[in-house]
């Protein structure tokens, strides 16, 4: 079944913001990309006094619960009955910006081992056991943190429960399986050369974090990722993978009684453990640069940014908004009016942050065919300078706020969704009642903190340009 | 990781592609009848409402029964260049006007097109729906077509098919299959159209088009959330009843004729991993069959216990992916596909035989009691998983509508149950044959200059064994 959309936002952002932080941010607007529209659930049946905690009474959160438990895991859970399925999260803080140099891809590989085989089952014992119960579990890793998901039956929760903390507390990391999942990471690396969009990003993020944590893909490269060991695997698990490190996000058909009576008693089995500290390098580019890369397309695939800022930054609220005018609107963009709407220039064209617990960067992606790169590229550098110069008018403003506190519901409304909402809110510590708060925070953002934090995050002479394409036809040789 | 295989690299393109996951979830299987309301409107418009109140949010849906199979040859992409241009405004409302209008009111909408139908909607609070019903009321009959937006947006839709198809291998293989598999029906073009055609279309026909195909006959509502329904048809009246009915066009469109010997087609170009595609010609969901081969694309390829990744991915190591997959809600009969992304250093035709084993295996043995159930099992949960959304909800009964009836939806469950193991030996006798398939394969090119080869046998030695 093949289907056109009217916009979708290019895989590379997508993914990353799957594997990142992602409902904790701003919801993609109309057109990005086209939302998973699902319910969110406002009855309630847990009850509102475990943890002594107060029910979130924005209609936006269902009630939540939160509890650390002995060994200092944190537990974050939200009930909700009507569909007889469970959804799980956790998040361990061990992110590939604490690969080893030299090890890049460490992480990933790590949390992609977790399901390889445990010290009771072979990694084909258990998926023929997900399978057999229409399950899932997946794990995988981003920049900041690992997670391992589990979708689950409610009657089979018990079963599924066993799987997954068997995978997170007892995983061997077999020598052989661990050499397929290599060979199988490189031949990805490999067919990732066949988008351009892919091969502009590992380029952008290489430019501009040079050997910065945030610097190398995920994944790895093919120079680091054949080198990985077992016995490296094997120490950062050991290093990392403790309820000490972690936040664990329970959604769906449970109550607190189950969790509690089911659920806990092995989860404070889970060994606490001394977390060793990384130093986050910070290192990046501060000049203007620009990285040309030759391929037969038809389209210049354009990347062009800055580093951008950390999702603690007091500014995150005021650059929200400043960004959904800038590119992040989708159709209500200024970007996108000029360059798609006004010009016909491209199909496709945003911008984003993608801030991390550290800075991560600011981006405008487009793609345009190869003799309208430079014209693409020119129109977006003078969006970057006049929302820099320019107040933007208070009908720009007032919609955006409209949008970003009209939309919020939309951005909780699945299990998956909530699950990873609520495990982010805990990992940067944005509180339970982030919801009720958000609508203020976007509120009070005035049109002058727009110009301001233009001014100071977006740097139009000092950019990072990555274009991939044919640059004989684009002109850019 | 990003890695295609034929239609999952589909799926990784269009988000909403997680379409042929959706169709096996839908709706609560517990009297799913007595829950959706159906109404026609005097004037035809067909109206489905699924209250669901578990959210203050609703999605509103208009569904055009007009996709690419309802073009002609040389005007191909005409649906979708349509389905563009009408956010390009009527009297009421600017050019560009419409998703802004949404997205103030704290909402999202976007429109995609098909083989078999343009769709539109919108996914709102449900305090602001008939923000949804005037906007798209207005826009069912009063478009203005203007030629410089045309201009306009026509570069931009071929900016489209740079990006999905030009640049993109694997997209060019499926184009190319299609066109290979299909020779009469009009599945046989590609839904954005031959970059050609859309160079050439005209104002002038995407007025006749919108003039013949969209009208309250050929169109229907889907409205899923929280709302009243008495309620909101009273809206939806108010809205859409004014228009007189218009002509039901002519849907019906030649069948394919049965193939008569298999096909063979092959992509040269730069690529870094080979990738095959086998796609057999297989009926819809009128026919019964249909259900059954649900189930053996899931013996197939659901999870990793399934046989494609336990023969292909892990025994022989052949490659980094294999899917099989199956359109069960297409209006006509479609294909089903088997794809693999190859690893480096692999041979296709080794792949190719390990098809051929599995499919053989399909028709000689019948499949055990355990691994039947498995299969049931996952599409059963599938099932389940599906219906926390909405949208989801509405785009099953929407697809099921098209294909044949929304009310098909309740056959789902209890046709998969009833699957037996000769029951899949019979099908993949029938169907899974090598005369009624079409092979496609893309061939990796090396680079002209700029970069090193990719590493054919080369990287072979690099990897770890």
Redesign the interface.
């Known amino acids: ?12 952002l ?2 990353r913001r799957l594997s990142e932080p992602e409902a904790a941010f701003p ?5 990005r ?11 309630l049946t847990l009850t509102l006094m475990w943890m002594g905690l107060p029910v979130g009474s924005l ?1 936006a959160m269902p009630p939540v619960q939160r509890m650390t438990l002995s060994n200092r895991l944190v537990l974050v859970a939200s009930g ?1 009955h ?4 469970v959804t799980l999260q956790l998040l361990v803080d061990s992110g590939s910006r604490r690969d080893p140099s030299g090890g890049e891809g460490l992480a990933y590989l790590t949390a992609k081992g977790l399901l390889h085989g445990t010290s009771k089952r072979t990694i ?1 014992q258990i ?2 056991e ?6 899932s579990l997946n794990s995988s890793s981003g920049r900041d943190y690992a997670t391992l998901s589990l ?1 689950v ?1 409610k009657k089979d929760l018990e079963k599924g429960f066993d799987l997954f903390m068997e995978v997170l507390t007892q995983p061997v990391f077999p020598e052989e399986e661990m ?2 999942e ?15 969009e ?1 091969v502009a990003e590992k380029a952008f993020l290489k430019a501009l974090f040079l050997n910065s944590s945030y610097g190398h893909p995920v ?1 790895g490269t093919e120079e680091s990722v ?1 080198k990985l060991k077992r016995e490296e695997i094997v120490r950062f698990y050991g290093s990392y993978y403790h309820p000490n490190n972690a936040i664990l996000a329970i959604v769906g058909d449970i109550t607190e009684q189950e969790i509690k009576a089911k659920l806990v008693p092995q989860l404070e089995k889970w060994p606490k453990g001394e977390i060793p500290k990384v130093p986050f390098i910070t290192n990046f580019e501060k000049e203007q640069k620009t990285v040309k890369i ?6 210049a695939n354009i990347i062009l940014g800055n580093v951008g800022v950390s999702r603690e930054n007091p500014d995150f609220y005021a650059l929200t908004v400043m960004n959904y005018i800038l590119g992040g ?4 963009s200024r970007l996108m ?1 000029v360059i ?9 064209v945003t911008s984003f942050f993608d801030p991390g617990k550290y800075p991560g960067s600011f981006q405008i992606v487009l ?3 190869n003799p309208s790169a430079r014209e693409a590229i020119s129109l977006s550098l003078q969006q970057m300078e006049r929302i820099q110069k320019e107040l933007v008018s208070e009908k720009e403003l ?2 955006t706020k ?2 970003l ?6 951005r909780l ?4 969704k909530l699950a990873n909402f609520l495990s982010q809110v805990e990992y940067y510590g944005l509180g339970l009642d982030y919801p009720e708060k958000y609508p203020s925070l976007i509120r009070s953002v005035t049109r002058e903190d727009i110009v301001r934090v233009a001014k100071k995050y977006l740097h139009p002479k000092k950019h990072i340009l990555v274009i991939v394409a044919d640059l004989k036809e684009a002109g850019l040789e | 990781m990003g890695l295609n295989t034929g239609l999952k690299f589909v799926r990784r393109l269009f988000p909403l592609l997680l379409l042929s996951f959706i169709l096996s979830v839908s709706i609560s299987e517990a009297g799913l009848k007595e829950n959706v309301f159906e109404t026609a409107l005097p004037n035809g418009l067909k109206v489905i409402l699924l209250e669901n109140h578990k959210a203050p949010l609703v999605t509103f849906q208009v569904w055009y029964r007009v996709g690419s199979r309802n073009e002609a040859y040389e005007k191909t992409g005409l649906s979708h260049v349509l389905e563009h241009m009408m956010f390009k405004g009527t009297e009421k409302t600017g050019p560009e006007q419409f998703s802004r209008i949404i997205q103030e009111n704290g909402g999202n909408d976007n429109a995609f097109t098909s083989h078999d139908y343009t769709a539109y909607f919108e996914n709102l609070s449900e305090d602001r729906v008939q923000v949804a019903i005037d906007l798209e009321a207005d826009r069912m009959q009063n478009l203005v077509l203007r030629e410089e937006d045309f201009r306009t947006e026509r570069m931009v839709v071929m900016e489209e098919r740079r990006l999905r198809t030009e640049d993109n291998p694997q997209a060019v293989l499926i184009e190319q299959i299609m066109a290979t598999a299909f020779q009469i029906h009009p599945y046989r073009w590609p839904i954005i159209g031959w970059m050609e055609d859309i160079g050439r279309l005209k104002l002038g026909d995407l007025k006749a088009y919108y003039q013949t195909y969209y009208n309250p006959v050929n169109a229907f509502l889907v409205v899923v959330g929280d709302f009243k329904k008495e309620e909101l048809l009273t809206r939806i009246e108010k809205a859409f009843g004014s228009y007189s009915k218009g002509a039901a066009p002519n849907q019906e469109k030649d069948k394919e004729p049965s193939q008569m010997g298999e096909r063979r087609i092959f992509v040269k170009r730069e690529a870094q991993l080979p990738t095959i595609l086998m796609v057999y010609h297989v009926p819809n969901l009128r026919n019964p069959d249909s259900y059954i081969l649900e189930v053996i694309a899931t013996l197939l390829s659901g999870g990793k216990s399934s046989r494609l990744y336990q023969s292909l991915v892990r025994e022989k190591r052949l490659v980094l992916s294999a899917e099989a997959d199956h359109s069960l809600v297409s209006r006509d009969p479609d294909l089903f596909t088997l794809s693999a992304d190859v690893l480096p250093g692999k041979e296709v035709a080794e792949v190719e035989k390990a098809f051929d084993q599995e499919i053989g295996r399909l028709q000689r043995e019948p499949v055990g009691e355990q691994e039947l159930v498995k299969a049931k099992n996952q599409l059963e949960a599938s099932f389940i998983f599906g219906q926390d959304s909405i949208f989801n909800q509405a785009m099953l009964l929407a697809r099921h509508e098209i294909a044949t009836s929304w009310k098909a939806i309740d056959d789902y469950l209890p046709s998969i149950r009833k699957v037996t193991p000769e029951d899949i030996q019979r099908v993949a006798k029938k169907y899974l044959t090598p005369d009624n398939r079409t092979v496609g394969i893309l061939i990796p090119l090396p680079p002209k200059e700029g970069k090193p080869a990719p590493d054919g046998p080369s990287t072979k030695e690099k990897m770890i064994r």
């Open positions: 079944m093949i289907l056109l959309v009217r916009l979708f936002i290019p895989h590379s997508r993914a919801a993609c607007p109309a057109g990309r086209i939302p998973n529209f699902r319910p969110l659930f406002l009855i209609q909700e009507s569909l007889p399925f084909n998926n023929e997900l399978d057999f119960l229409g399950a979708r039956l050499k397929r290599i060979e199988k990471t490189l031949a990805a690396i490999q067919s990732e050369e066949d988008q351009p892919e994944e054949p030759n391929r037969p397309i038809t389209q609107g989708g159709f209500a009016e798609r709407n006004k010009r016909g220039l491209a199909y496709s793609q345009t065919k007032e919609a409209k949008y506190i009209g939309s919020f519901p939309m409304d699945t299990q998956g």
